[in-house]
């Protein structure tokens, strides 16, 4: 009896999770449009800003992770089990969003090695994943 109501349960907390982060793909995919539709309109030459590049680009990226989260609870509603090959995947594309949008000028040295670090630990993790699963 309990296992069902948490199964249920399960199933409905994934479920609004599901739409909610719909809602939010979305809702970002309309403003990276807005934004980059907006930056054309308002630039007079095609020469564009390297920071509004890393504007967009950051953007781009965030609504990125947003698809790939779908994936795991897409994956989580159907098998009822979490992927860590999708989980590792998201989190690496979720670490070169922070890389891409990282001010080198104003990053210290420790927070560009626990970068550098972590991008080394989801390479390896992503690499003996793939091996297990071989």
Do not use: Y
């Amino acid at each position: 009896m309990i296992e069902r109501f948490a199964a249920a349960f399960e199933r409905l907390a994934v479920g609004a999770l599901l739409l909610l982060l719909m809602a939010t793909i979305l809702f970002g995919t309309v403003i990276v449009g807005w934004s980059l539709i907006d930056d054309l309109l308002h630039t007079r030459e095609l020469v564009a800003e390297p920071k509004v590049l890393f504007d967009v680009f950051g953007l781009f990226v965030a609504v990125l992770v947003g698809v790939e989260l779908l994936k795991i609870l897409r994956h989580l509603m159907v098998s009822h089990e979490v992927n860590t090959a999708l989980v590792v995947q998201t989190a690496l594309i979720a670490l070169c969003n922070k890389v891409i949008t990282l001010n080198l000028s104003e990053a210290s040295w420790t927070t560009l090695v626990a970068i550098a670090t972590l991008i080394l630990a989801l390479a390896a993790a992503i690499h003996a994943l793939g091996t297990r699963q071989a």
